[in-house]
T-cell receptor, first 114, second 113 residues
Framework: NAGVTQTPKFQVLKTGQSMTLQCAQD?????MYWYRQDPGMGLRLIYY???????DKGEVPNGYNVSRLNKREFSLRLESAAPSQTSVYFC?????????????FGPGTRLTVT | LAKTTQPISMDSYEGQEVNITCSHN???????ITWYQQFPSQGPRFIIQ???TKVTNEVASLFIPADRKSSTLSLPRVSLSDTAVYYC??????????????FGTGTLLAVQP
């Protein structure tokens, strides 16, 4: 039982390049989330998926797109990377959406945009 | 969504009990209080959750007074490995609150030998 896995662990992009961050969970959770964490700051929600087939914007969605490929996988895409998107990205999942349900986090992807 | 306020940092020594208080004056009737722990270079980890009074598990206790406008996370006999950032979250079940999941800056607990 791997929990929540994320790939890649590290990535360096040039401004304007695109990439997709992958996330998968094997806990049969319905809800999945993408957060970003900037140095010295808390986590900010980018997008979430309450259940398979649905996605909604979080606090900071601009510059990102997501795909809930199936129940297990939730990807985050940067179409045209900008230096302001340099951050650590965390994926999480929970049985159901909302604060009542424990979120399980992946190890993070450290992204640098130059 | 109820805004939370926590101390930015706290210091402690090994073996002491640590209490971290979170203020949430605008907590709503349906809101629960949840605490997460985050070590450097790792994702947050769920510690404890409660609605009122006291909740205890194998790692911590959560005290919530009757008015629910604050809560206190209590870590008994901390060790060096408890050095981490602790986040307090307040929110309701899905029904519009999910898009406002906000961790805030948390409290950096530094445990010294």
């Amino acid at each position: 039982n791997a929990g929540v896995t994320q790939t890649p662990k590290f990535q360096v992009l040039k401004t304007g390049q695109s990439m997709t961050l992958q996330c998968a969970q094997d806990m049969n959770h319905n809800s999945m989330y993408w957060y970003r964490q900037d140095p010295g700051m808390g986590l900010r929600l980018i997008y979430y998926s309450a259940s398979e087939g649905t996605t909604d914007k979080g606090e900071v969605p601009n510059g990102y797109n997501v795909s809930r490929l199936n129940k297990r996988e939730f990807s985050l895409r940067l179409e045209s990377a900008a230096p302001s998107q340099t951050s650590v990205y965390f994926c999480a999942s929970s049985t159901l959406p909302g604060h009542n349900y424990e979120q399980y986090f992946g190890p993070g992807t450290r992204l640098t945009v130059t | 969504l109820a805004k939370t306020t926590q101390p930015i940092s706290m210091d402690s020594y090994e073996g002491q009990e640590v209490n971290i208080t979170c203020s949430h004056n605008n907590i709503a009737t349906n809101d629960y209080i949840t605490w997460y722990q985050q070590f450097p270079s790792q994702g947050p980890r769920f510690i404890i959750q409660g609605y009122k009074t006291k909740v205890t598990n194998e790692v911590a206790s959560l005290f919530i007074p009757a008015d629910r406008k604050s809560s206190t996370l209590s870590l008994p006999r901390v060790s060096l490995s408890d050095t981490a950032v602790y986040y307090c979250l307040v929110g309701a079940p899905y029904g519009g609150a999910t898009n406002k999941l906000i961790f805030g800056t948390g409290t950096l607990l530094a445990v010294q030998p």
